[in-house]
Structures are given as structure tokens and as C-alpha cells.
């Protein structure tokens, strides 16, 4: 993999008239590194991708007529932020975001010059859409944030790399490559992920302070692309220093990133981190225990599903509905929620799963309940299941003579019950022939 050849590769140093070159041993790339103006300055790295990474690029002809078009007009482009990262780690990114030397306006005009459909997504922020072939393209022009107010930045545009990779979060977030492939790293990005190692951009006191949320962000991709649960001292002091600003962070920004967080497979250890850095209190989790976090790390193995995974740090519906109007999480989450906090206590059985089942539970609610208690079995019992139907209707017992009302809802009640009981093998006949006697019952 081209982060392990580069973690692990010797270099051989070679003088050029531009300053001194870094030439990997393979033939998988090489490494440039600019003489550096200032030892105050962040150190450019040059990193030539590895051909398969450059082969995932080619593939691309969208990304050819975008490189086209800006290159014809003197314009740089090139792919930035999370798009580099998980080309790097051997993904396939789930956006294409790029960068730009053009003006939003210029890029504006440059697109709809070449008839590409283009959408003003955030012409302030710089950023224009760029859809071709339904596939969109995120462009935004370089840009430095001159002021903050830990939620919102106003951005000054600016034509230099390094700036723009300056005002980003996290290391391994602010890098860049060419369309030919040369990534362009500044600050050590390309190194922290071959070593699974995440960091701020400079100091992170002021990362942070500029968008609070930065704080969860850290977590997210620590869990993502940390082997372990290791953090530099320096970078928890700050998180802890500066949790109280995520109480002007809106909850459902929040929840956005929490719930990335809870589907890593080492949740309960971040949790835990960020319940040591004080954080919890100031997103709505004030109650966290340490049993909360064991039952957490139990329900992860078998569940991915942020609601599910939530619903280990709850006690009762209160605190799920205090955090529903706080976070603003999806009706569909808390309606999970809900039936879990309502179920998962139970003694689970095949019979009590399927008459769940059949009384209109729904099965992804179901199922959710079986991995919360680590019973896969019951779980792939539950997802083969063919959920049968309640023969009788309420015109059945009309024509049987049965009023409207209660006494048809206590009759439909009973006769159900029944026909769980015989394990949904009752037909429409044997149940109706039920009535008379339960009519007479109930006179």
C-alpha cells in the first residue's frame, strides 16, 4: 500500500537547482521538498501518487475536462481536503472536492462558458458546483478565514496553496493533488497517516477556536484512521480548554458528527477521551458512566446504527426526548430509540420476536433490538422471517354479528391472541368459529 511504502521508505537526498529533492528507493514515486524561505514556515512536501491512485484519477474523464478547462486559462486546480485523504488510504472518495487559484466568479464564468451546468452553492465562501454527467463537483477558490466566531468564518480569496491549507483542521485534511498526481502537503499530512496519527493544523488552540465543532471532528477521524486510542497531550489540553464553545455549536451539527463518531469500532474509548476532556456536559451528555461506556462497547460489535449505538448512553425517555429537541435528530432515529429503550431489557425468544413482528413492530427496529443484545442469531432468524397476516378483518366480525366498538376490539384482541399462540397456524375459519363463544363470554 503506497502509506506503508512511504511510513517505512529511505530517501536518498539529491541537490537541484530549485532546492533538494527526496527520491524514493521503488519505482512507486518520489518525494520533492522546496528549500524552505523561513523556519518559520510550514515545510512543502511533493509526493508523487502511486500509479494506482493516479490510475483512479484517469478513470475520471470529468476531472480531465475540469483539469482541461481551468489549465487552458491559466488557472490552477486540483483535488483538496478528505478527496487526497481517502485516495491516499486506498478509497474511493465520496466526493470529488476541488481547489482553485480562480476567482468564484471566474469559475462561474469559466463553466458556464463550456456549458457545464453549474450551481452557486456558495458564491460568499467561494464554492460553485460544477455537475457533469450528474456527477457533482465541488470547486472552491482558495481562501484564507480572517475572522471567526468559533461557528461561521469571513474568508478573504487568495491564490497561495499554502494559506488555504493554513485555515484547515486537521493534518491529514489539508493536502492537495494535481490531476497528474503530485500531492502537495504542507503540513506533514501524508506522515500522520501512514503513521494513523492525527493533529491539528499548527496550533491547536486556534484550530479550534475558529470552529468549535473541530473538537468532534478530531474524534470522528481519530476513530477512523487511529490504530489506537493514543492523543498527544498537547492537543487533548487544548480540546479541554476550549469544550465550552461547543455550547454556541447548533445540535444538529452536534449530532451530525457524534453520530459519526459512535459508528467507529473504538466509540467507547473516544467517548471516554472526550468525557475526560469535559466535553460531554457541553453537548447534552452530562449523564455518561462508565457503565454507559462498557454497554456501549458491547453493542458496537454487533451495531453500527448511530440511533441503537445513542441509545446505550440513555437512562429513560426523557433524556432521549431532552436530546431530540436538542440535537434535531430524524424522527426515524428516535422512533428506534424509542422501541429500544422500551425492549431492550427483554428476554428475546424466536416466538416474542415474531409476534413483535406481527403486532407492526418494524423489522429494522427488530433486528436493531436482536444486536443490541449480541444475539446475531435471533437476529438472522428475525430478517428470514415471513411476517404472516391476521386472517380476520373487522367486516368478518360484522357479518358474525359482533357490534362495533369495544366489544369488537376486546373480540379482535383475544382472537389475535390465539392465533399467536398456535404460532399464526389458526386459519380465518377456526378463528370466526371463536366468536360465538366469546360473545357469550362476554354477555
Not at 491559466?74 to 483538496?80: M, S
Not at 493533488?177 to 503513521?195: P, T
Not at 444486536?371 to 366480525?397: C, M
Request: proline fraction near 4%; hydrophobic fraction near 40%; charged fraction near 25%.
Amino acid at each position: 500500500m503506497f502509506l506503508k511504502r512511504l511510513a517505512s521508505s529511505r530517501y536518498k537526498y539529491l541537490v537541484s537547482a530549485v532546492g533538494f529533492q527526496l527520491r524514493q528507493g521503488s519505482s512507486s514515486g518520489s518525494i520533492w521538498r522546496p528549500r524552505q524561505p523561513s523556519l518559520a514556515k510550514p515545510s512543502l512536501v511533493v509526493i508523487m501518487a502511486s500509479e494506482q491512485i493516479k490510475a483512479q484519477i484517469m478513470s475520471n474523464p470529468a476531472l480531465h475536462v475540469l483539469g482541461e478547462l481551468f489549465s487552458r486559462n491559466n488557472h490552477e486546480i486540483r483535488l483538496a481536503g478528505g478527496a487526497v485523504r481517502d485516495l491516499m488510504r486506498g478509497l474511493s472518495p465520496k466526493d470529488l472536492d476541488l481547489a482553485t487559484t480562480a476567482t468564484p466568479q471566474q469559475s462561474l464564468e469559466l463553466l458556464q462558458g463550456a456549458e457545464i451546468r453549474v450551481v452557486e452553492t456558495g458564491l460568499q465562501h467561494g464554492t460553485v458546483t460544477a455537475v457533469i454527467d450528474g456527477e457533482p463537483f465541488e470547486i472552491t477558490t482558495l481562501r484564507i478565514d480572517t475572522a471567526s466566531d468559533g461557528r461561521r468564518a469571513k474568508v478573504e480569496f487568495t491564490n497561495d496553496w499554502e494559506r488555504d491549507a493554513e485555515r484547515r483542521d486537521l493534518t491529514v485534511n489539508a493536502m492537495f493533488m494535481d490531476l497528474s498526481g503530485r500531492i502537495y502537503d504542507y503540513f506533514n499530512g501524508a506522515q500522520h497517516l501512514a503513521e494513523h496519527r492525527i493533529e491539528f493544523v499548527g496550533d491547536p488552540n486556534h484550530r479550534i477556536q475558529e470552529d468549535y465543532l473541530r473538537i468532534l471532528r478530531y474524534f470522528r477521524f481519530h476513530g477512523r484512521i487511529a490504530s489506537n486510542n493514543t492523543h498527544l497531550d498537547n492537543q487533548l489540553a487544548a480540546i479541554q480548554a476550549h469544550a465550552p464553545g461547543l455550547e454556541s455549536v447548533s445540535g444538529e451539527r452536534i449530532w451530525m458528527e457524534l453520530s459519526k463518531i459512535l459508528q467507529t469500532m473504538r466509540c467507547a474509548q473516544l467517548v471516554a477521551t472526550m468525557k475526560q476532556c469535559q466535553i460531554l456536559p457541553h453537548i447534552g451528555l452530562e449523564h455518561v458512566t462508565d457503565g454507559h461506556l462498557s454497554e456501549l462497547d458491547r453493542v458496537r460489535r454487533d451495531s453500527a446504527n448511530p440511533a441503537t449505538l445513542l441509545t446505550t448512553l440513555l437512562d429513560s425517555q426523557e433524556q432521549l426526548d431532552k436530546l431530540y429537541k436538542y440535537w434535531r435528530f430524524s424522527i426515524q432515529d428516535r422512533k428506534l430509540a424509542t422501541f429500544l429503550l422500551a425492549h431492550r431489557h427483554d428476554m428475546l425468544t424466536k416466538e416474542g420476536l415474531e409476534d413483535l413482528l406481527v403486532d407492526k413492530a418494524a423489522p429494522s427496529h427488530v433486528l436493531e433490538l436482536c444486536y443490541y443484545q449480541n444475539e446475531v442469531g435471533l437476529a438472522a432468524h428475525v430478517s428470514q422471517f415471513p411476517v404472516p397476516t391476521f386472517p380476520v378483518n373487522g367486516k368478518d366480525l360484522k357479518d358474525k354479528g359482533v357490534p362495533q366498538g369495544p366489544v369488537m376490539g376486546s373480540v379482535i384482541q383475544e382472537l389475535r391472541t390465539q392465533w399467536k399462540q398456535s404460532r399464526f397456524q389458526l386459519q380465518k375459519d377456526d378463528l370466526l368459529d371463536q366468536v360465538p363463544g366469546l360473545l357469550h363470554r362476554d354477555t
